[in-house]
């Protein structure tokens, strides 16, 4: 069973860089992609940002692309998500997500979640 915890959320002005870490234990996940979606009140779950097992695809969502970047340490079975440019809009719970085979932009085709971090953007 994978186990995944987020933290490196909290409350940030507009125009910070927090960095989100999601830390996976359980499994070797070696096949898995690793990604971030983000749900905000009243809305549904939403894609992010994912990774491929290799860390050599990535995808974003195209509200992100540009400001937000994912990586992964696969020896430390972390993945991380650095938020450059916030803007009050990204305010949402982040949730980690982790699903066998090519990255999932929708919530079917994820496997494990996290318990989710909020993120609050002042302006």
């Known amino acids: 069973q994978v186990q995944l915890v987020e933290s490196g959320g909290g409350l940030v002005q507009a125009g910070g860089s927090p960095r989100l870490s999601c830390a996976a234990s359980?499994?070797?996940?070696?096949?898995?992609?690793m990604g971030w979606f983000r749900q905000a009140i009243g809305k549904e779950r939403e894609f992010v940002a994912g990774?491929?097992?290799?860390?050599?695809?990535?995808h974003y969502a195209e509200s992100v692309k540009g400001r937000f970047t994912i990586s992964r340490d696969n020896a430390k079975k972390v993945v991380y998500l650095q938020m450059n440019s916030l803007k009050p809009e990204d305010t949402a719970v982040y949730y980690c997500?982790?699903?066998?085979?090519?990255?999932?932009?929708?919530?079917?085709?994820?496997?494990?979640w996290g318990q989710g971090t909020q993120v609050t953007v002042s302006s």
């Open positions: 997500a982790v699903g066998y085979g090519t990255i999932a932009t929708m919530t079917s085709g994820v496997n494990y």
């Open positions: 359980g499994c070797t996940l070696s096949g898995y992609f």
């Open positions: 990774t491929t097992w290799s860390g050599g695809t990535m």
